[in-house]
């Protein structure tokens, strides 16, 4: 071990691929040097170039230092890149996803250096590397050849850091889509789990708004239809596996006047649920593989509902309670305050769900101001708090006994369906299910039996702006 002048070494030119101390952490790190000085010498090779002890050469520069202690690096045949990669495990504050982007790191490197070997003796066989025509053959399982090659590595690399393969495949993947987000996992300032979150929602986001621009929603006649009938005739002209997402908030058999008198809205209850059963059947048919169907209903027929929709064919991926924040005053009763609303899908497993459309900030961040809660926000809670609509609402229709505030319809609309995609209200009523659509650039089909319903709700969305 000797001293040497602080400001004669540098790094090596690869010392970007070992993570750097967090803020905090470096803080400390430069306080106990301070008080104590440099107890374990730098690690360089050719006589001043680092790989082992960057963060102490910082802080001895940051802090003045003149001189360090320096010894040669105990390479043993091995690379000084793979060595500086394996020094910085040593670290007790590496967590096992820093690990992984080492992992990562030296995969890559060895990658690095294998095309430039073949490249070498490419150029020394032919001239620039040109394949001969004998060699097409063991051409066409070269990427065979190297998937198998990168199998291996990625297994010795994950026995060399203690880690999984999976988390060295999920720090591959957050590079290629997310480098600076890969940066942070690799500076600890990140976990690898909510970074690849977050990238999966960046290439969401990407693949929805090239998605809108191709749509071209244009809020005509075109992309929208209201249609006078009776939701059952009219679902049964559409083709099977037509329709994205499908909003029913049925009549609730509960004596509302609808435009054919309340007796209309008071069946015997066989005969409301197996009408029921029927336009559940209906939607369910014209749905695609990965569509959803969400249905709203009050308590009474809630426990049915849930029932007939698994009879049907659906799976039930979520049973949401919407708060009304205010609702009926009972006086020999609890209040009724909320509405059921049944979210199912066709498939158990492909379905269309934009997690962006349903995030909110979480408390974690915005009333204890946690470091530790994700950047994203939180996907929202299975209980809605949102208003429903006051008489003096803007975006009330006059005469209208059960219109649905947009602050609920929209939200599904966007999470469960592409623009582009047709979405489908059996039971439109006022229109906010098509306003909702057709602002976001999807297409409508309304279907609705009143028609002084079916007029005031192609006046509203005629005034949508997409």
Known sequence: MKLMATRHLRLHTEAHRVPSMA????????????????????????GRIIIDGRSRWLAAKRLGIARVPVVAAPLNGDS????????????????????????REEMEYLATISRR????????AGGRGRAKPQDSLADSSAGELSRDRTRTARTNAAVAYGVSERKIRAAQRLRNQAPA???RVKSGEQRLAVAQRQAERAVKRRELRALARRARITGHDDQWEIRHGDCLAELAQRPSATVRLIFADPPYNQGVDYGGGSKRDRQPERDYLAWCRDWMEACTRVLTDDGSLWVMISDEYADHFGMLLREVGLHRRSWIKWYETFGVNCTNNFNRCSRHIFYCVKHPQRFVFHADAVT?????????????????????????????????????????????PLAVVRPIVQCASDPGDLIVDPFSGSGTTGVAAVESRRRFLGIERNARFVEASRQRISLVDP
Request: net charge positive.
């Open 23 to 46: 803020k905090d952490q470096e803080r400390e790190f430069r306080a106990d040097i301070q008080e104590r000085g440099i107890r374990v010498p730098l690690e360089v090779v050719d």
């Open 80 to 103: 000084p890149v793979l060595y500086m990669l394996r020094a910085a495990t040593k670290r007790r504050h590496l967590t096992d996803d820093q690990r992984a982007c080492l992992a």
């Open 117 to 124: 070997e073949r490249a070498r003796r490419g150029g020394r």
């Open 181 to 183: 987000l890969y940066e």
């Open 360 to 404: 909110r900030p979480s408390d974690r961040a915005t009333k204890y101001a946690d470091q530790r809660s994700a950047p994203g926000g939180k996907l929202w809670d299975n209980v809605w708090c949102l208003p429903r609509l006051v008489e003096n609402s803007a975006e009330r229709l006059p005469d209208f006994p059960t219109q649905l």
